[in-house]
């Protein structure tokens, strides 16, 4: 559920025209799912998916595996919200001149596989419910043409910049969705339960899960310093994220208010950062964001009117 905060940040990107400054875009599980809205030119109405949507039983229920079913189902977001309520243009994301990046774990490789080129929009379909296949929340693996057990991208490689680092990228904006604050050490009960089920899984993986929380840690440290002092030769890596006083949101949140209000902070980081405005605007309420209205209509087709910031012009910085 932290995914409404990249998905309100991509939001102002697009509403002040910044969708065009990208090559390529880089996202795994919800991010991924972000991303693939954002290239289809349609950020604010999915947004709402988060808060509006989800906030269900329907999707997440802890109480689902003492009768043997999965925390997260995957098929009420892909098949009903994503296709139904508010349907993803898959073919606008493949027609899209910015290419998509997904990256899913190789279960029985044990890497992170960065996927790429989508053959028809079932394939990319199944790439993004692949890189959503949160381990636990989801048991088991999923089979792709590309990939015969795959799991969330995360798993091996917890942050992405680094896969866009790795492909030459020299400048890269990170969205993160958890506060600007010291890096953690160590695990956590979470984490370590996580890697005997994933031991489970493939012998291995869990161990590789662990030593991916570790290399997060670091490059949480990497991101904190490049904000303020990224180098003079590069890569340059911006890292947005909520501020260090704003509370942190619950991966597992259902309620629709912090839900709102976590999105509409979001969007006010990426403002501020974007055109050049102290944060500490946003604290003392001399800026707030206003959530848009649209109406879907699911029986009849999507319809609705809008103007935002963007009808001021696009401003398009080059070499991101």
Known sequence: ???????????????????????????????GINGAYFLAGETWYPLSIYYDDLTTKR?????????????????????HVMERVKPLDYEAVLRSPIPLAVPVTDVDALRTVVLREFSSRQHLKDALRASAWLPVAVPGTVALPDVPRAVDGGVLTALPFRLALDDGCTHVLSLSTRPMRPAGSGFNLLHRFTYLHLEKVRRGLGSGYLAAIREKHDDQERLRRMRTAPGADGPYVLDLAPLPWMPELKRHELK???????????????????????????????????PRLMVVDSAHGRSGHHTGPAARGPVRPEGL
Do not use: W
Request: charge should be positive; aromatic fraction near 12%; charged fraction near 20%.
């Open 256 to 290: 629709h208010g912090p839900l709102l209000r976590h999105a509409r902070m979001a969007y006010g980081i990426a403002f501020c950062a974007t055109e050049g405005r102290p944060a500490g605007l946003i604290r003392r309420g001399g800026i707030r964001a206003m």
């Open 1 to 31: 559920m932290r995914g409404v905060i990249s998905a309100a940040m991509l939001s102002q990107l697009e509403d002040y025209g910044y969708k065009n400054a990208f090559d390529v875009v880089y996202g795994c599980s919800a991010g």
């Open 59 to 79: 999707f997440v229920d802890f109480s689902r595996p003492l009768r043997r079913r999965p925390i997260l189902d995957l098929s009420y977001s892909f098949d």
